[in-house]
């Protein structure tokens, strides 16, 4: 059974920063190709942040400078170091995996047909 857990949402001040964790089970994590995503309130799902299995990195340009992922194949965990957050960033964050394919990381992260999601974490940053 797979499973993707977040953790590590909260609220925070224009400025301030959070770091989110993903915990996944169930399949070969090592092999796929991770991502963080986020959808606020009358938006649509967005990728912020992709991760290939060799740790490759790719970001969307709202979070690019700002967002850091990053990846434990060890211990099956995926993080996104999130600083300079504003309110803009308010959002339901979600951890996603993918099958491993030759698909560049840049483009893994512009499509929204990832394999499989975790439950998502709220951030909420205050003005």
């Known amino acids: 059974q797979v499973q993707l857990v977040e953790s590590g949402g909260g609220s925070v001040q224009t400025g301030g920063s959070l770091r989110l964790s993903c915990a996944s089970s169930?399949?070969?994590?090592?092999?796929?190709?991770m991502g963080w995503f986020r959808q606020a309130p009358g938006k649509e799902l967005e990728g912020n942040a992709a991760i290939s299995p060799d740790g490759r990195t790719a970001y969307a340009a709202p979070v690019k400078g700002r967002f850091t992922i990053s990846r434990d194949n060890n211990k099956n965990t995926l993080s996104l170091q999130m600083s300079s957050l504003n309110p803009e960033d308010t959002a339901m964050y979600y951890c996603?995996?993918?099958?491993?394919?030759?698909?560049?990381?840049?483009?893994?992260?512009?499509?929204?047909?990832?394999?499989?999601w975790g439950q998502g974490t709220q951030v909420t940053v205050s003005s």
């Open positions: 996603a995996a993918d099958r491993p394919s030759a698909l560049p990381v840049q483009l893994k992260l512009a499509t929204l047909t990832w394999d499989y």
């Open positions: 169930g399949f070969t994590y090592s092999r796929y190709y």
